[in-house]
C-alpha cells in the first residue's frame, strides 16, 4: 500500500489549493479514505472523510464549507479542495485509508499560508 500526497506549497491567505493523494498497491475503489491535518506541537486532526463509491463524505464541523473532498476511483486519486486559505490552515496534510480508523498513511504534503 502506498499513498503520496502531493499540491501543497505556499500561498497566499484567501487563495486556495488542491491537494492530491495517489494510491497504489490496493484496490482504490474499495476503501473509503480520509484527509487529516498536522501542525507541529499538536494532535492529528481529521479534515474529512469519504466512502469507497464517493457517494458519501464527512466534516469536521470545522472544516465546513471551505474544505471538499472528492476521488477519482479509475485514476485511484482522492482529492482535498480548500478554498479561502487562512494561516491558521498551515499544516501537513496526510491522507489515510479507511471509512473508519485508517490502517495506512501517506507521508504529507506542507500547506502554508502566508503573504
Known amino acids: 500500500v502506498q499513498l503520496v500526497e502531493s499540491g501543497g506549497g505556499l500561498v497566499q491567505p484567501g487563495g486556495s489549493l488542491r491537494l492530491s493523494c495517489a494510491a497504489s498497491g490496493f484496490t482504490f475503489s474499495a476503501y473509503g479514505m480520509r484527509w487529516y491535518r498536522q501542525v507541529p506541537g499538536k494532535e492529528r486532526e481529521l479534515v474529512a472523510a469519504i466512502s469507497s463509491n464517493g457517494r458519501s463524505t464527512n466534516y469536521v464541523d470545522s472544516m465546513k464549507g471551505r474544505f471538499t473532498i472528492s476521488r477519482d476511483n479509475p485514476k485511484k486519486v482522492v482529492y482535498l479542495q480548500i478554498n479561502s486559505l487562512k494561516p491558521e490552515d498551515t499544516a501537513v496534510y496526510l491522507c489515510?485509508?479507511?471509512?473508519?480508523?485508517?490502517?495506512?498513511w501517506g507521508q504529507g504534503t506542507q500547506v502554508t499560508v502566508s503573504s
Open positions: 489515510a485509508r479507511g471509512w473508519g480508523n485508517p490502517d495506512y
